[in-house]
């Protein structure tokens, strides 16, 4: 089945403790994305990736870092984690980024820092 | 900065009733897309417009492009309790800066059995 994994589907950490979200996908897509969702400001896109060891900012990059060092894996990494990075956490995955192509999204990543 | 904006925020109607969504814009998009949301899932694509007034059906939903490509709209017919969920429309990003999707802030669309 095509999908996108992200894991873990929900984590509570203390601030500034490292962690990473992992995301996969099984689709050979070269554009992979993180984005964050918050109630009233709907989604917003962290970092992006055109393909292998190709990333970018995007509308929020502020505090997380990511890789991408194989074309199915796009960790998000929040290397000192604070309470306004709570929220949902989406990876989502396309054959390529443009005006025709859909997104597929994984089912999300809880995430609460306390 | 392309900004997306739906309407109405949120809506409750009963079971069979019809119902237009909207999302708008001030900026020309290449193309329009429109994704459902269920809660603690992710976003699930329904559909692509990318011509100008082009019409799509999926069922009882009805997809439009508007002529300038600055607005697409949602009309839903006789709506089914299995049509809830948050709809977000999404277009990619144009003239530099990032790449992707940039999306409106949803649709909470509630029907009532």
């Known amino acids: 089945e095509a999908q996108v994994t992200q894991n873990p589907r929900y984590l509570i950490t203390v601030t500034g403790k490292k962690l990473t979200v992992t995301c996969s996908q099984n689709?050979?897509?070269?554009?992979m994305s993180w984005y964050r969702q918050d109630p009233g400001l709907g989604l917003r896109q962290i970092y992006y990736?055109?393909?292998?060891?190709?990333?970018d900012k995007g509308d929020v990059p502020e505090g997380y870092k990511v890789s991408r060092k194989e074309k199915r894996n796009f960790p998000l990494i929040l290397e000192s984690p604070s309470p306004n990075q709570t929220s949902l956490y989406f990876c989502a995955s396309s054959f390529k980024p443009g005006r025709i192509y859909g997104y597929t999204f994984g089912s999300g990543t809880r995430l609460t820092v306390v | 900065t392309q900004l997306l904006e739906q309407s109405p925020q949120f809506l409750s109607i009963q079971e069979g009733e019809n119902l237009t969504v909207y999302c708008n814009s001030s900026s020309v998009f290449s193309s329009l897309q429109w994704y459902r949301q269920e809660p603690g899932e992710g976003p699930v694509l329904l559909v692509t417009v990318v011509t100008g007034g082009e019409v799509k059906k999926l069922k009882r939903l009805t997809f439009q492009f508007g002529d300038a490509r600055k607005d697409s709209s949602l009309h839903i017919t006789a709506a089914q309790p299995g049509d809830t969920g948050l709809y977000l429309c999404?277009?990619?990003?144009?003239?530099?800066?990032?790449?992707?999707?940039?999306f409106g802030k949803g649709t909470h669309l509630i029907i009532q059995p």
């Open positions: 990736s055109m393909n292998v060891e190709v990333t």
């Open positions: 999404a277009g990619p990003y144009s003239g530099g800066g990032a790449d992707g999707l940039t």
């Open positions: 689709m050979n897509h070269e554009y």
